[in-house]
């Protein structure tokens, strides 16, 4: 889904979602900004073809990975609300 060189939006062509972000710019270490996740995260929401989805992060050569799965999941659980 997010790789430096891939456009930013979602196709969807399954009813389960699989979102893959490599970090962007720099591969596997940049960190996503918060209105980056939150942007995917409303997509997926409001995307009635979506029934499950599963959302990697791979920019773990750094601690940007465990930080943005954490706020993802904050954001995910607001939403529920």
Known sequence: ???????????????????????????????????????ILNNLISNKKIKDAYVFFNNTASTAGIMNAQQ????????LL
């Open 1 to 39: 889904m997010n790789h430096p060189q891939l456009p930013e939006y979602i196709i969807v062509t399954d009813p389960t979602a699989y979102i893959r972000l490599h970090g962007n710019p720099q591969l596997f270490y940049s960190n996503y900004s918060d209105e980056f996740l939150i942007n």
């Open 72 to 79: 993802f999941n904050l954001n995910f659980s607001k939403a």
